[in-house]
């Protein structure tokens, strides 16, 4: 299995706690609470180049790299055994 999934997750992990972290400084910052609903506002500043949709990005790419490597190894293994099992009752 490649590292590149592992790197991606760690980075955008880090990346949205950040995010998390930044928004509770500047929440407390506002001292802005209503009756326990912190009133929360989101920008695009928080994300990488300003851009949310390519931290997603990273996200989809990496569940597609896991989901790819988890299927591609079951599955070729199989055609595999399908394929030596066809030859196998050829040959009788």
């Known amino acids: 299995m490649s ?4 790197v991606i997750i760690l980075s955008v992990g880090t990346k949205l706690q950040g995010i998390i ?21 989101v ?3 928080y994300f990488w180049f300003a851009k949310p949709t390519f931290v997603l ?3 989809h790419f ?3 790299q ?6 591609a190894l079951p599955s070729f293994a199989m055609c595999s055994v399908c394929q030596s099992v066809s030859l196998k009752s050829q040959l009788n």
């Open 3 to 6: 590292i590149m999934p592992v």
């Open 21 to 41: 972290c930044r928004m509770a400084i500047d929440i407390t910052e506002r001292h802005a609470v209503i009756q326990g609903i912190p009133l929360v506002q």
């Open 43 to 45: 920008s695009d500043s």
């Open 57 to 59: 990005f990273l996200i």
């Open 62 to 64: 990496t569940l597609f």
């Open 66 to 71: 896991v989901r790819l490597s988890s299927i």
